[in-house]
C-alpha cells in the first residue's frame, strides 16, 4: 500500500514563512534598484542644469527686431568670441533628446510636484526649440520674424523659469543620504 507524505504544520509553516521572505526580500531588491535609479536619473538632469543654467538665462536677452550693431563675447561658457548677429537663434536651445529619453524615465519615478516642474520645463524648452526653428527658416524681413522673436525671448523666460523650479523639485526628490554626501564632497575641495 502506499503511504501518502505526510506533512506536519510546522513544515507547512516553515515553506510558508520561507515563500514570504522571499517576496519581501525580492520587494526590498526592487525597491533598492528602483531608487539608485531614480537618483542617478536625478544626478544627470542636475549636472546638466548646472551645466547650462546660464546659457539657458542668457537667451533670455536675445535680441529681438532689428539689429544695427552687437558683438557678443560669450556663449555656451566660451569667452573671447566675436560673434556678430544672433547666434542665440543659431543653436539648439536645450537638450531637449535627453528630456524625451531619460527625462520620460526620471518622470516616471516622480512625485506628483516633481512630475509637474518637469514636464513644465521640457514643455516651454521644446516650444521655445520649435519657435527657434521657425525663425531660422523665416527670411529676416518677414513680417512675423520680429514677432517670432518675441515669442522665443518669453518661452525662454518661461522654460528660466521653469528650470529653476525644476532644479527645486529635484533637490527635494533627492534621498538625505545623497545630499548629505554632495555637502561633504563639496567641502573636502
Known amino acids: 500500500m502506499l503511504q501518502s507524505p505526510v506533512f506536519s ?19 526590498v531588491i526592487e525597491a533598492i534598484k528602483r531608487q ?14 548646472m551645466r547650462t543654467h546660464l546659457e ?9 527686431g532689428q539689429l544695427f550693431s552687437r558683438l557678443r563675447t ?22 531637449t533628446r535627453l528630456y524625451e529619453t531619460e527625462g520620460v524615465r526620471l518622470a516616471q ?8 516642474a518637469f ?21 529676416t524681413n518677414d513680417p512675423d520674424y520680429t514677432a517670432y522673436q518675441q515669442l522665443f525671448v518669453r518661452l525662454i523666460e518661461q522654460a528660466s523659469d521653469a528650470l529653476e523650479g525644476l532644479w527645486s523639485a529635484l533637490q527635494r526628490e533627492r534621498t538625505a543620504w545623497q545630499n548629505l554626501r554632495d555637502l561633504f564632497s563639496t567641502q573636502q575641495r
Open 36 to 49: 539608485q535609479e531614480k537618483q542617478r536619473l536625478i544626478n544627470v538632469f542636475l549636472a546638466e542644469l
Open 119 to 139: 514636464w513644465a520645463a521640457y514643455g516651454y524648452l521644446r516650444d521655445a526649440e520649435a519657435v527657434r526653428t521657425v525663425i531660422k527658416r523665416l527670411a
Open 56 to 64: 539657458i538665462d542668457s537667451r533670455k536677452q536675445a535680441p529681438v
Open 109 to 116: 519615478q516622480l512625485g506628483p510636484a516633481g512630475r509637474k
Open 74 to 95: 560669450t556663449l555656451l561658457s566660451i569667452n573671447d568670441l566675436h560673434f556678430r548677429g544672433v547666434p542665440e537663434y543659431e543653436f539648439e536651445v536645450y537638450n
Open 9 to 27: 504544520v510546522s513544515s507547512l509553516a516553515g515553506t510558508f514563512a520561507g515563500f514570504l521572505l522571499g517576496l519581501v526580500s525580492a520587494s
